[in-house]
């Protein structure tokens, strides 16, 4: 999924919090990237409002500083991608069984691939 420079600053603009500098939005990591990426193309589907989006990432930011995240921004992804998980499950485009099925595989995924390899997500992960 490739993002233009403008739509991923667009987003970086609509939703407060979004780590970025003069050029846009700044990934310490690629599935960081990713996430960002499919949360834009799933607001650019109209699944869901960049305000919905930004009440929803920010309930999740205070659930999880109420057990205990430091808030030292390391875990504004994962924030992200709980957000993610949350809206498309509310929105019914994936239920809590698809996402636990997907995040199982990519767990046996990673397993597999060795360090510094890109993971390949193969059809025998999803089975299980």
């Given at each position: 999924?490739?993002?233009?420079?403008?739509?991923?600053?667009r987003?970086?603009?609509?939703?407060?919090?979004?780590?970025?500098?003069e050029?846009?939005?700044?990934?310490?990591?690629?599935?960081?990237?990713?996430?960002?990426?499919?949360?834009?193309?799933?607001?650019?589907?109209?699944?869901?409002?960049?305000?919905?989006?930004?009440?929803?990432?920010?309930?999740?930011?205070?659930?999880?500083q109420?057990?205990?995240?430091?808030?030292?921004g390391?875990?504004?992804?994962?924030?992200?991608?709980?957000?993610?998980?949350?809206?498309?499950?509310?929105?019914?485009?994936?239920?809590?069984?698809?996402?636990?099925?997907?995040?199982?595989?990519?767990?046996?995924?990673?397993?597999?691939?060795?360090?510094?390899?890109?993971?390949?997500?193969?059809?025998?992960?999803?089975?299980?």
């Amino acid at each position: 999924m490739n993002l233009t420079p403008q739509q991923a600053m667009r987003a970086a603009v609509a939703v407060p919090g979004v780590p970025r500098d003069e050029d846009g939005p700044v990934f310490r990591e690629p599935w960081e990237a990713r996430a960002f990426a499919m949360a834009l193309a799933l607001h650019e589907a109209g699944v869901f409002t960049w305000k919905e989006w930004a009440e929803t990432l920010g309930a999740q930011i205070k659930r999880a500083q109420a057990e205990g995240d430091p808030d030292t921004g390391e875990t504004y992804y994962r924030h992200w991608l709980n957000t993610l998980e949350r809206i498309v499950a509310a929105k019914g485009v994936a239920d809590g069984q698809m996402l636990g099925r997907y995040r199982d595989a990519w767990g046996r995924a990673a397993e597999r691939t060795p360090h510094g390899t890109p993971i390949t997500l193969k059809p025998q992960d999803l089975a299980g």
